[in-house]
């Protein structure tokens, strides 16, 4: 696997930041390894590629070199790199037609967590927006606690974002837009040292990166990638949130927004995708878990409550649900409050006490187990 990693590095310094490409040519070979090997017949291939590809192929001196620093990077860094064919690399990223054939991760969290979602908005997040994130993470955490948290740990939205969910004791992954030897904004650094022990720090950036605009945009990609659906808090008519949203949208994933104030600067974005009908509007955790379906708390009860009995008839079962409202009940209460004769109670009962469902008690009595 190393050796797979080292040419998968340096496959991504040969093609730049043009991911669809590096896809393209890593899923025609199986694997970064294969794509040096046949370095010198790129053609053969891929029968369109470029003259300015077929040649620029041919030579991976440099490419590799920088491979072999980095190498010696994430081994000192204990960082992971995944590449596109690791069982662990994020699988709902991997199914994008520009996904990252490497990524680079430090942290505990399972990044195909049952359900991921990420909150994007503006950096100016102001005190509305902020209360939206503490009341609708508390809440969720509440009823469905499966659930992985993802932003990009910039200012206002994303590190509020972060935070609410380190405190309610959720996942969180922040997805960055340069190297794994910084951090920024350098500002957040404690919060992104709290994320490696409980989440992570994920880029598809090589150390030694620098956070530029375009970084971002592209950034903007893996938090939609990554995740089952996108939650816009505030945006300005104009923001990266909703390059994030429009990317999701794009990937057949689902869109929410939080309704704003008419007016309001931070607002507009918000309520101009929820009147465009390209995000759903959500105000709060049960919105937003009615809409998307998630098995929470109560259901996962209700389910291993149905798996406990799975082989009762409907008279057993109008029995079982009695004695899980009130236990212990005598037969001929029982017998009254189902409208099932004694006799025909009398058997379903012994059926009952054979399937080990329920037992009984000395005057008559029936206790569900």
């Known amino acids: 696997m190393t050796d797979e990693i080292y040419y998968t590095i340096a496959l991504t310094r040969m093609t730049g930041f043009n991911a669809a490409m590096a896809l393209q040519l890593y899923q025609a070979l199986g694997n970064g390894q294969a794509v040096y090997e046949h370095r010198n017949d790129i053609g053969d291939v891929i029968p369109d590629a470029t003259p300015r590809l077929r040649e620029s192929m041919k030579h991976w001196d440099d490419a590799l070199k920088r491979a072999a620093v980095e190498m010696e990077f994430i081994t000192k860094n204990n960082i992971r790199a995944l590449t596109i064919n690791d069982t662990d690399y994020p699988q709902r990223l991997a199914e994008c037609p520009d996904a990252p054939i490497l990524l680079y991760y430090k942290g505990t969290a399972d990044l195909n967590q049952r359900y991921v979602l990420n909150m994007v908005g503006t950096r100016r997040c102001t005190t ?87 970084n971002f945009r592209q950034r903007n990609r893996i938090v939609a990638g990554i995740s089952d659906c996108t939650i816009l808090v505030e945006s300005a008519y104009k923001g990266g949130g909703l390059i994030t949203c429009r990317i999701a949208q794009e990937y057949g994933r689902d869109v929410f927004a939080f309704p704003g104030a008419v007016g309001m600067a931070y607002s507009e974005g918000c309520n101009l995708m929820i009147r465009n009908n390209t995000a759903a509007l959500i105000t709060s955790a049960s919105d937003f878990l009615e809409t998307v379906r998630w098995q929470t708390i109560e259901q996962q009860k209700d389910s291993v409550q149905r798996q406990l009995f799975p082989d009762l008839t409907p008279e057993e079962q109008q029995v079982v649900s009695l004695l899980q409202q009130t236990n212990d009940l005598q037969l001929n209460i029982i017998s009254v409050k189902t409208n099932i004769p004694i006799g025909q109670l009398t058997a379903l009962l012994f059926q009952l006490e054979m399937k080990g469902v329920i037992k009984p008690l000395a005057g008559g009595t029936y206790h569900l187990l």
């Open 128 to 214: 509305y927006g902020q209360d939206l994130i503490r009341h609708f993470i508390s809440d969720l955490r509440q009823k469905c606690p499966q659930v992985l948290i993802v932003s990009g740990l910039a200012y206002g939205i994303d590190i509020c974002a972060h935070r609410n969910a380190l405190q309610q004791g959720y996942e969180t992954v922040g997805v960055l837009a340069h190297g794994l030897d910084q951090i920024y904004p350098y500002a957040h650094r404690d919060t992104a040292v709290e994320m490696v022990r409980q989440g992570g720090l994920l880029t598809e950036y090589i150390s030694q990166t620098e956070a530029l605009p375009n």
